[in-house]
């Protein structure tokens, strides 16, 4: 008689691992990158309204919101993208493209997050049908690379939509346009090869012959728009200081040392980047309130 093959059952490691690969929560950067401009942005608020109250309101969701959208958005992203990462060496072993989750399961898992986003933001979200345009301008993302070499603009929606809470509102892009625009080119060379044969269009492919050039020019756009945003809310010199010659430093030193050919450098880079530039410029705004909070 013909010995019959029992599968073994998973465990729940197994079960449950991929699914925690798929949210990407040991990497924070993501959400660090969605959540910094609306830190600046609350800053803006609390130095023109002094609602120190509101200001916590605002912070308190949106750490728990800026996670919850980069899980969601990973995991859209990787169920899009699944044929697509089994093409390219650093995402190859990706749950979705190794088919560690079943499809059906993923988008299940992924309107879950969805809701739960939703869900936190209800509180300072007035009228709520405001987050309507924030989803559809999620679900474009992983199809934006095959239409243009600018992706990350179309998350532009999301990261730069205004909160406001009762009469405050907050506008947490008003900072954060060329900085990702610089750090997306960064972190496309990642996968430039890969991206090429497959046919994908990034900020690396577009200006493949210029990329310093490009990164020096968003580097000067970005200090502009940092330094307008001061002279319009009356910051001081510790802004100016921290806020502007810290970040111009910063970018300028990884336009000139980032290694563009080398994945891991371009990693490094495009972490730190983040990590870094996030707290200089936030604790310059605080440094530079021009009106303590009076409610």
Same mark, same amino acid.
């Given at each position: 008689?013909?010995?019959?093959?029992?599968?073994?059952?998973?465990?729940?490691?197994?079960?449950?691992?991929?699914?925690?690969?798929?949210?990407?929560?040991?990497?924070?950067?993501?959400?660090?990158?969605?959540?910094?401009?609306?830190?600046?942005?609350?800053?803006?608020?609390?130095?023109?309204?002094? #609602?120190?109250?509101? #200001?916590?309101?605002?912070?308190?969701?949106?750490?728990?919101?800026?996670?919850?959208?980069?899980?969601?958005?990973?995991?859209?992203?990787? %169920?899009?993208?699944?044929?697509?990462?089994?093409?390219?060496? $650093?995402?190859?072993?990706?749950?979705?493209?190794?088919?560690?989750?079943?499809?059906?399961?993923?988008? %299940? #898992?992924?309107?879950?997050?969805?809701?739960?986003?939703?869900?936190?933001? $209800?509180?300072?979200?007035?009228?709520?049908?405001?987050?309507?345009?924030? =989803?559809?301008?999620?679900?474009?993302?992983?199809?934006?690379?095959?239409?243009?070499?600018?992706?990350?603009?179309?998350?532009?929606?999301?990261?730069?939509?205004?909160?406001?809470?009762?009469?405050?509102?907050?506008?947490?892009?008003?900072?954060?346009?060329?900085?990702?625009?610089?750090?997306?080119?960064?972190?496309?060379?990642?996968?430039?090869?890969?991206?090429?044969?497959?046919?994908? $269009?990034?900020?690396?492919?577009?200006?493949?012959?210029?990329?310093?050039?490009?990164?020096?020019?968003?580097?000067?756009?970005? %200090?502009?728009?940092?330094?307008?945003?001061?002279?319009?809310?009356?910051?001081?010199?510790? #802004?100016?200081?921290?806020? =502007?010659?810290?970040?111009?430093?910063?970018?300028?030193?990884?336009?000139?040392?980032?290694?563009? =050919?080398?994945?891991?450098?371009?990693?490094?880079?495009?972490?730190?980047?983040?990590?870094?530039?996030?707290?200089?410029?936030?604790?310059?705004?605080?440094?530079?309130?021009?009106?303590?909070?009076?409610?």
């Amino acid at each position: 008689m013909a010995c019959v093959h029992t599968p073994r059952p998973k465990s729940g490691l197994e079960t449950i691992g991929p699914y925690f690969e798929l949210i990407r929560l040991s990497n924070p950067v993501g959400s660090l990158m969605i959540y910094f401009p609306h830190l600046f942005g609350s800053l803006v608020a609390l130095s023109d309204q002094g #609602f120190l109250h509101r #200001f916590l309101l605002v912070n308190s969701i949106c750490i728990p919101a800026s996670i919850m959208l980069h899980t969601a958005g990973c995991s859209w992203n990787d %169920i899009i993208d699944a044929n697509l990462d089994r093409q390219v060496i $650093r995402t190859h072993a990706r749950p979705m493209a190794r088919g560690a989750i079943l499809v059906k399961n993923a988008l %299940i #898992f992924t309107s879950m997050e969805t809701l739960l986003w939703l869900a936190l933001l $209800r509180p300072i979200y007035h009228p709520f049908w405001w987050t309507a345009p924030l =989803i559809p301008s999620t679900m474009m993302y992983p199809y934006a690379k095959w239409l243009t070499s600018y992706p990350s603009l179309t998350l532009g929606p999301i990261i730069a939509a205004r909160l406001r809470v009762d009469d405050a509102i907050y506008h947490p892009g008003i900072l954060d346009r060329s900085q990702k625009s610089l750090l997306d080119m960064v972190y496309a060379h990642q996968d430039k090869k890969d991206d090429i044969a497959a046919g994908i $269009r990034s900020l690396a492919i577009a200006f493949n012959h210029q990329p310093r050039i490009i990164m020096a020019a968003l580097t000067v756009a970005k %200090i502009s728009l940092i330094w307008l945003t001061g002279e319009v809310m009356h910051f001081g010199s510790c #802004f100016t200081t921290l806020a =502007i010659v810290g970040p111009a430093i910063l970018d300028l030193w990884m336009v000139a040392k980032v290694n563009l =050919i080398d994945p891991a450098d371009c990693w490094w880079w495009f972490q730190y980047g983040t990590v870094l530039m996030g707290p200089l410029l936030a604790t310059g705004m605080a440094t530079g309130l021009n009106k303590l909070p009076t409610q």
